[in-house]
């Protein structure tokens, strides 16, 4: 949590993680590669100064034989002299085949046995050898043995001269001072130079940071700006695109959330338009029911009082649904509820909204009405049905159905602009007994689909009815047909509007 | 109960340019959804001044209200052009909501389609 709170730490950390690591592998290969070079360096210089020493070991035996045979000490002393003049050169002595020293730098040497180094042995071959020590005083020493041979058989004598490998070890320790004295200030150098060199190559890092931190805090408006051409530079274009993409859809989310709120206010409008209760009136119950396919629908029901004793009803259903539907029945139902108060013909008052409706209506929108009045004190149904589905009446006295339309049928309203709809709009008046259910509904209803694609239909109604017949109250039978075509329906979503109205006579 | 298709529209058009008459045969269901597709073939006809259509119903399981709408409509642009539609050969299904609209009043209805093109020339 720590460093995705503090990201600036960790950037700065990575800077140094990153210089540091460099550095190590940078200053392991300095001292690896130095090491071997100054190996091979070792190597070189101890073979040149052991084959020099050779070559001295076999001028001492090759001009020391015969001083050595004669006993000419003088010119065995000068010899051992001349050797002794050499660089690096430790001692130098020639001993005779019982091991006494006959001539050594050190003239109290001679005369006296001589003490083999540590591990050195009488030569007994005929070739010099090298065999390294280590004197007390003088550190590593190669000591060159080469054996005096008389007359290519018998040995009478070894030479020994003592190399020391001090100045090797001086120049090869000599090159490691100047090694590391440079391999320590190019790695400083190159600590800094590492550090401004990560340092450039994170800005562009720091800058997708500083993206990704605006457009935390919500500015979608955030580009990076241009890099250079590389992989930091392609990233850059696409956090810039992917900004612009999020900020786009964004946009398009609020636009669906401004759209649904809409549709909420819409749809709490349209309720707000439709009934909130059902008549209470002695001799008769009511039920009714409205589900919108969407969130706002085209279908519509109402009741409306036009006096003591008579009760409008109506049922309509606007052609296509959704928001232009739901405008047009908003439209409708206004006019609807004037035209009811003035005229007391449910044909008249559907004649009147054809004649308003028919010059506001183009596209070839319609809206099928079905309009009917109630007498509650002499029980009649007065009806007038513009191409709407017929209402279907259970005559509980003769024990059958009665299909309330019109015959011949009518056009709906809005699609003629009078004569011809006049002509064909008929009214009608049926007496209702006890026990007479009436049921207006839109074609939602009959049409509802369930999963095999088949419809409730007017036979669905009809066997409904038959199965609820001695339901006692309409509103338990509504919500029993609501349920059953609920129950119909399963999961396939509804299709269209439905709105249905039951009335019952006690 | 009777049962429709699933929702989808397939529109052909054939052309009898001698007597000047547009065939349009629909397969599938007209409602709120294919509307909108059978209204693009329909008003891309009456751009190219097709004003004479015999609707082929004879595969349409059903229209629903927005479909009905879109016939009503183009009726009144054709006739405007002194043109007409006619629908032809509707199944039983169909031709039920037709009548309960009352559109035989508005709309000529045929048979078949070569009814239709029958009364065209007359």
């Given at each position: 949590m720590t460093s995705v709170l503090h990201p600036k730490s960790r950037k700065s950390s990575v800077k140094v993680e990153l210089a540091l690591w460099v550095m190590l592998l940078l200053a392991v290969s300095i001292l690896v590669l130095t090491w071997f070079t100054l190996r091979q360096e070792r190597e070189a210089l101890t073979q040149e100064v052991t084959r020099r020493g050779m070559a001295l070991a076999q001028y001492v035996a090759a001009h020391g034989q015969d001083p050595f045979l004669t006993n000419d000490k003088l010119t065995l002393a000068t010899l051992v002299a001349d050797v002794m003049k050499n660089e690096d050169m430790l001692y130098a002595l020639i001993i005779d085949r019982n091991g006494r020293v006959v001539a050594s730098d050190k003239s109290d040497l001679i005369g006296k046995a001589y003490?083999?180094?540590?591990?050195?042995?009488?030569?007994?071959r005929p070739a010099a050898r090298a065999f390294t020590w280590t004197h007390p005083q003088a550190g590593r020493v190669i000591d060159i043995g080469i054996p005096l041979i008389l007359?290519?058989?018998?040995?009478?004598?070894?030479?020994?001269?003592?190399?020391?490998?001090?100045?090797?070890?001086?120049?090869?320790?000599?090159a490691w001072k100047q090694v590391t004295l440079v391999a320590f200030l190019f790695l400083s150098g190159g600590l800094l130079g590492s550090i401004v060199l990560?340092?450039?190559?994170?800005?562009?890092?720091?800058?997708l940071t500083k993206g990704v931190e605006a457009i935390g805090g919500g500015n979608l408006e955030y580009q990076i700006p241009a890099m250079r051409n590389n992989e930091l530079g392609e990233l850059a274009i696409t956090f810039n695109r992917m900004t612009l993409e999020l900020k786009a859809a964004t946009e398009r989310a609020l636009e669906q959330e401004r759209i649904?709120?809409?549709?909420?206010?819409?749809?709490?409008?349209?309720?707000?338009?439709?009934?909130?209760h059902t008549p209470q009136v002695e001799g008769f119950s009511f039920g009714a029911l409205y589900r919108a396919a969407k969130e706002v629908g085209g279908d519509y029901y109402d009741f409306l009082w036009l006096d003591k004793h008579k009760l409008g009803i109506a049922v309509a259903d606007v052609c296509g649904k959704g928001i232009p539907a739901a405008m047009l029945m908003s439209v409708a139902r206004s006019m609807l509820k004037g035209m009811a108060h003035n005229f007391s013909s449910p044909a008249q008052v559907v004649k009147e909204l054809n004649r308003l409706l028919h010059s506001d209506l183009k596209g070839g929108m319609f809206i099928t009405v079905f309009y009917a009045v109630l007498d509650i004190s002499k029980k009649t149904f007065t009806y007038a049905s513009a191409g709407h589905?017929?209402?279907?009446?259970?005559?509980s006295t003769h024990q059958k159905f009665r299909l309330l339309g019109s015959e011949p049928p009518c056009l709906p309203v809005g699609v003629d602009k009078g004569t011809l709809f006049e002509k064909l709009l008929q009214e009608k008046k049926i007496a209702l007994t006890a026990g007479d259910v009436v049921v207006l509904y839109t074609d939602g209803v009959t049409e509802a689909m369930n999963a095999e694609r088949e419809e409730f239909g007017e036979s669905g109604l009809q066997a409904f009815l038959k199965q609820h017949k001695s339901a006692s109250q309409a509103g338990d039978l509504m919500r029993e047909l609501d349920g059953q075509l609920t129950s119909f329906c399963g999961d396939v979503p509804q299709n269209d509007d439905i709105a249905a109205i039951i009335l019952k006579v006690d | 109960m009777s049962t429709r298709k699933d929702g989808t529209?397939?529109?052909?058009?054939?052309y009898d340019e001698k007597r000047n008459i547009t065939m349009v045969d629909i397969t599938g269901v007209v409602d709120t959804g294919t509307t909108l597709i059978l209204d693009e073939k329909l008003s891309a006809l009456l751009r190219e001044q097709r004003y004479k259509m015999i609707l082929n119903m004879e595969k349409v399981t059903y229209v629903s209200s927005a479909g009905w709408g879109l016939f009503i409509s183009l009726l009144h642009k054709t006739r405007e052009h002194h043109g007409d539609i006619k629908l032809a050969s509707m199944t039983n299904e169909v031709k039920n909501v037709f009548n309960l609209l009352a559109f035989s009043n508005l709309i000529y209805s045929y048979k078949s389609v070569d009814d239709a093109i029958d009364a065209f020339g007359r």
């Open positions: 003490t083999r180094p540590r591990g050195d042995y009488p030569l007994d007359q290519g058989t018998s040995k009478i004598g070894e030479v020994h001269l003592g190399v020391s490998k001090s100045t090797i070890d001086k120049v090869v320790r000599r990560v340092t450039l190559m994170l800005r562009p890092i720091s800058e649904k709120k809409e549709l909420q206010l819409a749809h709490q409008i349209q309720q707000s338009l439709l009934p909130k589905n017929p209402a279907m009446l259970w005559n | 529209i397939q529109v052909e058009v054939r």
